[in-house]
């Protein structure tokens, strides 16, 4: 996986996407949160099919669109998956962007129950699984587990390091969840 310079990441955007019933159908709403360090600099607010395939197009958009384009050193995601399953394309957002993904897990996902749901209910499930096996098995930084692509280990856990004030998740994912679920619920809940 390709590497960047050997410098601290100071400028990140964290992504996450809001919670929807299991019923839900259509787009749900994602949010990106600009920090430059420990500060909250910005936000950007898109949205994604539920169980689509535009993530990485859809991310790769309000990135470059965005004021904080040029400033922005890594993006961070909250999972590879994003509105139930639909899988983040993280090398076609690494190739576009031309900036360094890091993909955050609290635990290690089932990957058995997964390559299930994926290739008996969702639609291009097959693609999405090969996605999912060219990302490789997560590694475990800290208490929490990654994947990533243009970046070393070592850089990834610098980062998760630099950007986790308390608890396990970075600061631009848990600020990134508490925007996210208080734009569908008025009020931001759960476990972040």
């Known amino acids: 996986m390709?590497?960047?310079?050997?410098?601290?990441?100071?400028?990140?955007?964290?992504?996450d996407d809001a919670p929807f019933a299991p019923n839900h159908v259509g787009s749900?709403?994602?949010?990106?949160?600009?920090?430059?360090?420990?500060?909250?600099?910005?936000?950007?607010?898109?949205?994604v099919e539920k169980d689509g395939m535009d993530a990485a197009e859809q991310l790769t958009h309000l990135v470059a669109r965005s004021r904080f384009s040029e400033n922005v050193q890594l993006i961070m995601l909250q999972g590879i998956a994003m509105a139930g399953f639909n899988i983040v394309d993280v090398f076609y957002l690494?190739?576009?962007?031309?900036?360094?993904?890091?993909?955050?897990?609290?635990?290690?996902?089932?990957?058995?129950?997964?390559?299930?749901?994926?290739?008996?209910?969702?639609?291009?499930?097959t693609e999405k699984w090969?996605?999912?096996?060219?990302?490789?098995?997560?590694?475990?930084?800290?208490q929490i587990y990654v994947q990533r692509v243009g970046l070393t280990l070592a850089q990834a856990t610098t980062a998760v390091k630099q950007f986790?004030?308390?608890?396990?998740?970075?600061?631009?994912?848990?600020?990134?969840?508490?925007?996210?679920?208080?734009?569908?619920?008025?009020?931001?809940?759960g476990r972040t």
Not at 28 to 42: E, K
Not at 108 to 124: K, Q, V, Y
Not at 166 to 181: K, N, V, Y
């Open 130 to 142: 090969a996605l999912l096996e060219r990302l490789g098995p997560m590694e475990q930084v800290e």
């Open 28 to 47: 749900v709403p994602v949010v990106g949160t600009v920090f430059a360090r420990l500060h909250l600099n910005g936000v950007l607010i898109g949205e």
């Open 94 to 125: 690494h190739e576009h962007l031309n900036l360094p993904i890091l993909v955050i897990s609290r635990r290690l996902p089932d990957m058995e129950a997964i390559h299930s749901a994926l290739i008996n209910n969702i639609p291009g499930g």
């Open 164 to 189: 986790t004030v308390e608890g396990t998740i970075p600061e631009p994912l848990r600020t990134a969840h508490l925007i996210a679920s208080a734009l569908v619920e008025g009020q931001s809940h």
């Open 2 to 15: 390709g590497n960047i310079k050997q410098k601290r990441l100071s400028n990140v955007i964290g992504f």
